[in-house]
């Protein structure tokens, strides 16, 4: 399953609102999940079941969407939000994929 | 608190081999299965190997398959990926996952160690 994220990079401000999208290439139901990513740390599960948040993350993160599309939005953006970000299909264990990215950076 | 903490990465030659090791923590290791994902510089993540909860049963990337073996010590908490044949296209950051349970997603990973391929 291949997995598409757009855009690549996504240039916005702090206190704005970022949406990522997450296409797959055959449907998973929701077996989707967001990972952020920044350099030098291990990445974080931020959302998994496509639109279920782990606890600790905070709530203007938000997932939504099933089947082939998700999107990943980010309600009012704040510094410490500015990394990459991954989604990762694991519909069929154990060959799980992930999206290519979308770099979230500061405009 | 989970923690998974990588060590063993480092420069190798083309052809070489390297173990590396993932020490776990903070939860029931041999009730979960383990994967090694890899991050080449300026790339994205690409799934390499995974392991069940005994050992008995294991997964390679195409990429990696017949060159790297994945095992665990379920006593010690320590996953292993013992890496033969090296090449430079290896040359990644190696994170040891958690998956969440039976058909669940990544929960939980490593910061990773890297592993360099150059003569």
């Known amino acids: 399953i291949v997995m598409t994220q757009s855009p690549a990079t996504l240039s916005v401000s702090p206190g704005e609102r970022a949406t990522l999208s997450c296409r797959a290439s055959q449907s998973i139901s929701s077996n989707l999940a967001w990972f952020q990513h920044k350099p030098g740390q291990a990445p974080r599960l931020l959302i998994y079941g496509a639109s279920t948040r782990v606890t600790g993350i905070p709530a203007r993160f938000s997932g939504s969407g099933s089947g082939t599309e998700f999107t990943l939005t980010i309600s009012s953006l704040q510094s410490e939000d500015f990394a990459i970000y991954y989604c990762?299909?694991?519909?069929?264990?154990?060959?799980?994929?992930f999206g290519q990215g979308t770099k979230l950076e500061i405009k | 608190e989970v923690q998974l903490v990588e060590s063993g990465g480092g420069l190798v030659q083309p052809g070489g081999s390297l173990r590396l090791s993932c020490s776990a923590s903070?939860?029931?290791?041999?009730?979960?299965?383990i994967h090694w994902v890899r991050q080449a510089p300026g790339k994205g993540l690409e799934y390499v190997s995974a392991i069940s909860t005994t050992g008995s049963t294991t997964y390679y990337a195409d990429s990696v398959k017949g060159r790297f073996t994945i095992s665990r010590d379920n006593f010690q908490n320590t996953l292993y990926l013992q890496m033969t044949s090296l090449r430079p296209e290896d040359t990644a950051v190696y994170h040891c996952?958690?998956?969440?349970?039976?058909?669940?997603?990544?929960?939980?990973w490593g910061q990773g160690t890297l592993v360099t391929v150059s003569s």
């Open positions: 990762q299909q694991y519909t069929n264990w154990p060959r799980y994929t």
């Open positions: 996952v958690k998956v969440s349970g039976a058909g669940g997603c990544f929960d939980y």
């Open positions: 903070g939860f029931t290791f041999s009730s979960y299965a």
